[in-house]
């Protein structure tokens, strides 16, 4: 069953602009990730978030942790036309040894 | 130092026949998952080993599929009797630790015609 739901599907900004990815997910969990994946290529970690933390820098990035409502976001400030790519949300559920992976929101940068 | 590698990175083969799929991961890395990722999807969660040990085999979609981790390295996916369906991107990744940061291969495009 899925377990991470990324929103939007498709996101296309203005270069510069922030871009705002949210994930849902159903069960508790133990920490949740973000991935970024460029067209055909491998997935590459972005950030951790564990249960117990609410917010989360690195760089440009801002991710926030909402256990209440089960639910994640990544922000992407001044974005670039490198971060156009698919990013994707992890759940470690803490009932099982799975790892669960959204299906992702694909994000457009216009020049 | 090396990523995690997989082989073979394109694979064509015929409805019925079997292939292995190998991922080399991170040395020292103790986990090891496999996912497989459909055109425009997202990640499917196949399969996780602790050292040698897989937990959990639920995640695999058949028992045409079966996987297995020798020395707490070298990872094979095996699928049997394919299927036009078992056509995606078979990826996988090593974390140091269960559920940290994962480190993913290229992948592996299975092509079943």
């Known amino acids: 069953s899925q377990q991470g739901e990324e929103d939007p599907q498709a996101l296309s900004i203005q270069e510069g602009e922030n871009a705002t990815m949210n994930c849902s997910y159903k069960?508790?969990?133990?920490?949740l990730q973000w991935y970024r994946q460029n067209s055909g290529r491998g997935l590459v970690h972005l950030i951790l978030?564990?249960?117990?933390?609410r917010e989360k820098h690195s760089g440009r990035l801002r991710v926030t942790l909402d256990t209440s409502k089960k639910s994640s976001s990544l922000l992407i400030t001044a974005s670039r036309a490198a971060d156009t790519a698919s990013y994707f949300c992890a759940t470690d559920r803490n009932r099982d040894d799975k790892i669960i992976f959204g299906k992702g929101t694909r994000l457009h940068i216009l020049p | 130092g090396a990523g995690v590698s997989q082989s073979p990175s394109n694979k064509v083969t015929e409805k019925g026949k079997d292939v292995e799929l190998r991922c080399d991961p991170i040395s020292g890395h103790t986990a090891l998952y496999w996912y497989r990722q459909s055109l425009g999807q997202g990640l499917e969660f196949l399969i996780y080993f602790q050292g040698n040990s897989a937990p959990d085999k639920s995640g695999l979609p058949s028992d045409r599929f079966s996987a297995e981790r020798t020395g707490g390295s070298v990872s094979t996916l095996t699928i049997q009797r394919t299927q036009q369906e078992d056509s995606a991107v078979y990826l996988c990744?090593?974390?140091?630790?269960?559920?940290?940061?994962?480190?993913f291969g290229p992948g592996t495009r299975l092509l079943v015609l």
């Open positions: 978030i564990r249960s117990n933390e």
């Open positions: 069960t508790s969990i133990n920490n």
């Open positions: 990744a090593s974390s140091l630790v269960r559920a940290e940061t994962q480190y």
